[in-house]
């Protein structure tokens, strides 16, 4: 699997309800790299995402000192990079 392409200038839209859905299993994806090419303000489209997923995310940012938004969007949930860990 590829990584994810980092956008710039996609705003974050409000906070809906969590529409989780299963997917089969992928190997594993290099997200601190990802993450440490991340702006603030960036984000990327991750098409297909479990709570899983979005849960290693969210544990590998912080695990970086990177702070991260998330929201669900037509195609996937889309993560932001919202700052960093004082």
Do not use: C, Y
Not at 9 to 37: A, D, F, T, V, Y
Not at 41 to 48: K, Y
Not at 55 to 84: D, E, N, P, Y
């Amino acid at each position: 699997m590829n990584l994810p392409e980092i956008e710039k200038g996609i705003p974050i839209p409000p906070k809906r309800s969590n529409e989780g859905k299963r997917r089969p299993h992928q190997k594993r994806i290099p997200w601190g790299e990802l993450l440490r090419e991340m702006d603030i303000g960036d984000s990327f489209l991750l098409r297909d995402a479990t709570g899983a997923d979005q849960s290693k995310l969210q544990t590998t940012a912080r695990h970086h000192g990177i702070r991260l938004a998330s929201r669900q969007v037509r195609g996937g949930v889309r993560f932001w990079r919202v700052g960093h860990d004082s």
